[in-house]
């Protein structure tokens, strides 16, 4: 069973910066793309980053382009997602998902 274990949010002031976790069990990581997606209050959720296998190819939604990276380590089963100079308008629940799977979330939230 895919198990799928987000962390890493918090509050944080304009400018500031977060680095998210995503732990996984459950399949063999390795073999497996993954994908965060967000969603802000009242809002629809958002893709917002993709990882190949082996973390060599990387896409980002324009909104998040330049300000987050993506990245893995197949060895601890975790993907991360870091953000920086991280805006109101990112306040959301991060997720981690593979296929239809999702983890319960972990809440970002920016404000002054």
């Known amino acids: 069973e895919v198990h799928l274990v987000e962390s890493g949010g918090g509050l944080v002031e304009p400018g500031g910066s977060l680095t998210l976790s995503c732990v996984a069990s459950g399949f063999t990581f390795a073999n497996y793309g993954m994908t965060w997606y967000r969603q802000a209050p009242g809002k629809d959720l958002e893709w917002i980053a993709t990882i190949d296998n082996i973390g060599s190819n990387k896409i980002y939604a324009d909104s998040v382009k330049g300000r987050f990276t993506v990245s893995r380590d197949n060895a601890k089963n975790t993907m991360y997602l870091e953000l920086n100079n991280l805006k109101t308008e990112d306040t959301a629940m991060y997720y981690c998902?593979?296929?239809?799977?999702r983890g319960q979330g972990t809440q970002v939230t920016v404000s002054s």
């Open positions: 998902q593979l296929s239809n799977n």
